[in-house]
């Protein structure tokens, strides 16, 4: 029992880490409480850190099949259209890092690691199994599921999203913070686009407390468009009030976004009016992970946004689940005999949680620079236009992830 865990959560996240356990010669349950495994939502950018660990896994072929690398990351006025800062990716990424920037849809990414899963004898996979509670006990835990199955095991990871019930459970029920902000999220064909807009780069526009991000996924054969605006459900921005904040499929209104955006360049409103459909869901968070404990305690840990839930405006939600999850696969294939694991999961913690509570302020940081108005903005365009590539660029995080096992 004890070379056994449970992982809670078939996303990204619990398939990334039941996916290293494996590898490292552990047993996993992994629980999915939906009927069949699929992802929804946007698509997602992968820097160098989590590509690394992608190929690590022996999934560089899989990431070449279904997503695009980018040349470069732009940064736009959402208004005036004028260039505002530029970062090579591209050569430029594997030369300095080993490894490319990435661009792939949510989707994609889901399935290839649900592939890789499929493939690894040590991991059974068990859906309608949505979890109801845990006991802790000094030799394993007991995991109990609402349709009342019931597995045993050394460890539990939670890597049950934002609403973890094994993170209530380990650390009591506090609520999410709403940050205000509105996420549109759509795709467009780029055989749909002016050659211009085709360009196999990241960009990014800016305007006062809004900004818009695009980028190629599925080949270059298609462009994921997230539009960040300021405001909540059921003001203005579709979804009656009261809508489910946990909801990823939220209608959504064109007009409702265009109006919120105010008037735009003609390149970004091209980009916008190529959208088919429209989806939305309120940003919501946690504060910055403030200590190890937040991260394990005992047999007990926290994977992916079950920790440490980012904002979108670094690009490192999924990053940060796939790091975690190369971290606990190395401590366990690190460990001689059977796994202590609450062992195991504090050097995990101590090892992850000042990294993902540094990205996770990062990423709030940048919320308001993305979003910024009167001298903020000017100051932020200044920078950019003098420093702009070394202001993007961030070794600390592409370097990653930190090896738990070096000296």
Not at 5 to 19: H, K, T
Not at 21 to 29: F, H, I, K, M, T
Not at 86 to 97: C, I, Q, W
Not at 291 to 319: M, T
Request: with cysteine; glycine share 12%; aromatic share 6%.
């Amino acid at each position: 029992m004890n070379n056994k865990v449970v992982v809670a959560g078939g996303g990204i996240g619990g398939l990334a880490c039941a996916l290293a356990l494996s590898r490292a010669g552990v047993e996993v349950d992994l629980l999915e409480q939906a009927a069949a495994f699929g992802e929804v939502g946007a698509g997602l950018q992968l820097g160098p850190n989590a590509v690394r660990v992608l190929d690590a896994w022996g999934l560089t072929e899989a990431l070449h099949a279904v997503a695009a690398f980018p040349e470069a990351l732009q940064v736009r006025d959402a208004h005036r259209s004028v260039t505002l800062g530029r970062m090579r990716l591209g050569a430029l990424s594997r030369a300095r890092y080993g490894q490319p920037y990435a661009t792939i849809h949510r989707v994609d990414l889901h399935g290839l690691l649900l592939d890789a899963v499929r493939l690894e004898s040590r991991v059974r996979l068990h859906l309608d199994s949505r979890l109801a509670g845990y006991e802790e006990r000094p030799d394993g835990v007991r995991v109990t599921c609402e349709n009342e199955a019931v597995y045993e095991a050394g460890a539990l990871v939670g890597a049950d999203g934002l609403w973890s019930r094994v993170r209530s459970e380990m650390l009591g029920a506090h609520p999410t913070r709403v940050s205000g902000h509105l996420a549109y999220r759509g795709m467009v064909s780029a055989d749909d686009l002016p050659g211009l807009l085709r360009e196999p780069v990241v960009t990014a526009w800016l305007g006062p407390h809004v900004h818009v991000v695009h980028y190629p996924v599925r080949r270059s054969e298609w462009f994921n468009v997230v539009a960040v605006v300021e405001g909540l459900l059921g003001h203005g921005h579709g979804g009656p009030a009261g809508s489910d904040p946990q909801s990823w499929s939220h209608e959504a209104r064109q007009a409702d976004l265009l109006r919120a955006l105010g008037p735009v360049c003609p390149d970004l409103r091209a980009m916008l009016g190529g959208v088919g459909e429209w989806k939305l869901w309120a940003l919501n968070d946690r504060a910055p992970v403030a200590s190890a404990a937040e991260h394990a305690r005992g047999r007990i840990a926290l994977l992916g946004d079950a920790a440490h839930p980012l904002r979108p405006y670094l690009a490192q939600g999924a990053a940060m689940a796939i790091e975690d999850a190369w971290t606990l696969g190395r401590l366990a294939d690190g460990a001689s005999g059977q796994p202590q694991w609450a062992s195991i999961f504090a050097r995990y913690a101590q090892t992850r949680w000042q990294r993902n509570a540094r990205v996770q302020s990062r990423s709030q940081r940048n919320g308001t620079i993305f979003h910024a108005s009167g001298a903020l903005r000017l100051a932020r365009n200044l920078a950019m236009a003098v420093v702009g590539e070394s202001l993007m660029d961030n070794p600390w995080l592409y370097s990653g992830p930190p090896d738990p096992l070096a000296d």
